[in-house]
């Protein structure tokens, strides 16, 4: 007698531990659920950003712009020239300078570079020897440049990571305080470099 009396009162005890035990679930599941039906239908994305240049999310590097270069293991503002380097490429190269030096204490994280297709006049070549001594030197094919048929025409500026993946991209009429930003910015999330 004694065990059918206990019986009935452990039932609305099993019912309850399955009811925690579904609450639980769906709180581990629901948000992963809903993270993924965000990300697959687009809804409640932020139409915000918080960078200046264009995005460059594809995996390519620089090989993929016709610029051979050896590894850095350093952030790089790389200064493509396709077409030579005239005033707005000038303008990029004192840009990608003023910028690293804008960096302050993390200025070893980084350097500047210029990747021109044909080689520079004279009197320019002088001026990057004497006012810009930390200044890489890249040569750049300007078929495989050419073949990204997305770049636009023109001296760009670039961010690339220590592993040599471009990350973000920049016109000639950049602003240089936003790009300052958006480099300290990647500074302060990355771990390399």
Known sequence: MNRLASFPAEAPRRGRGRLQLLLILAIVLLP????????????WVPDSRNYDGVL?????????????AAATHRWELLVTAPDGCAQSCRRLVYLARQI???LARDATRAGHALAS???LDAAY????????????????DPATYRSNGELPAGAQLWIVDPHGNLVLRYGSEANGKAILEDLRHLLKSSQIG
């Open 125 to 140: 070549e002088a001026q990057l020897r004497a006012e810009y001594p930390q200044l890489a030197r890249y040569p750049l």
């Open 32 to 43: 992963m659920l809903l993270a993924s039906a965000m990300y697959r239908f687009g809804f």
């Open 100 to 102: 690293h030096i804008g």
């Open 56 to 68: 460059v999310a594809d995996g390519r590097d620089r090989a993929a712009l016709g610029v051979s």
């Open 117 to 119: 297709a044909d080689s």
